[in-house]
């Protein structure tokens, strides 16, 4: 069955960095488009990034663009999200999600990985 | 930005009523429509998409309709494992710009 595990959150201060990674398995992992997703504290829902496929599209939410970078290993099965320069306001479960048919909405979900952005 | 507005903020509902929840875009997305359901500490699920077609596995009592800027997720007869929070998405200018609602609650009466 599809399976999306993701990994790497965690307490971080302003600033600062993590790498996020989502394993995924039961589905061609090479063939699908991908996206991360975060839900802040107050339970809103934001589409972060996507990247193609091949990896060669790539879309950044405006909040994100120019601190987050999204990239895949297709021979792994992994997507991953670097987040860099963190703020408060990044605070979120970051999801990844699978788009089964690549027009936008998100047949499969992970379980979530907690970022919290504090002093 | 699309901007996704769901009413209402909570739902009361008794089991075995109907609820209906609405979902207004600020501009037409055509049928690029999704509802989701997320229970405490899960994932959002997908229950539909295309507006009005329910997702693999997701119940009858479930359905969803409107088109352009108003739309409705109906659920028939409440169940026990029906309450949670629901969203909407359009996803009509995707990628990239696939915008959620603030949800709405659906709680028991």
């Known amino acids: 069955q599809v399976q999306l595990v993701e990994s790497g959150g965690g307490l971080v201060k302003p600033g600062g960095s993590l790498r996020l990674s989502c394993a995924a398995s039961?589905?061609?992992?090479?063939?699908?488009?991908m996206s991360w997703i975060r839900q802040t504290p107050g339970k809103r829902l934001e589409s972060v990034s996507y990247?193609?496929?091949?990896?060669?599209?790539?879309f950044y939410a405006d909040s994100v663009k120019g601190r987050f970078t999204i990239s895949r290993d297709n021979a792994k099965n992994s997507l991953y999200l670097q987040i860099n320069s963190l703020r408060d306001e990044d605070t979120a479960v970051y999801y990844c999600?699978?788009?089964?048919?690549?027009?936008?909405?998100?047949?499969?979900w992970g379980q979530g990985t907690l970022v919290t952005v504090s002093s | 930005e699309v901007v996704m507005t769901q009413s209402p903020a909570t739902l009361s509902v008794s089991p075995g009523e109907r609820a209906t929840l609405s979902c207004r875009a600020s501009?037409?997305?055509?049928?690029?429509l999704a509802w989701y359901q997320q229970k405490p500490g899960q994932a959002p699920r997908l229950l539909i998409h295309?507006?009005?077609t329910r997702a693999t596995g997701i119940p009858a009592r479930f359905s969803g309709s409107g088109s352009g800027t108003d739309f409705t997720l109906t659920i028939s007869s409440l169940q026990s494992e029906d309450f949670a929070v629901y969203y909407c998405?359009?996803?009509?200018?995707?990628?990239?710009?696939?915008?959620f609602g603030q949800g709405t609650k659906v709680e028991i009466k």
């Open positions: 999600a699978w788009d089964v048919r690549t027009r936008g909405f998100f047949d499969y």
């Open positions: 039961g589905f061609s992992f090479s063939d699908s488009s």
């Open positions: 990247i193609s496929r091949s990896g060669d599209t790539i």
């Open positions: 501009q037409s997305v055509s049928s690029n």
């Open positions: 295309g507006a009005s």
């Open positions: 998405q359009q996803y009509n200018n995707w990628p990239p710009r696939g915008t």
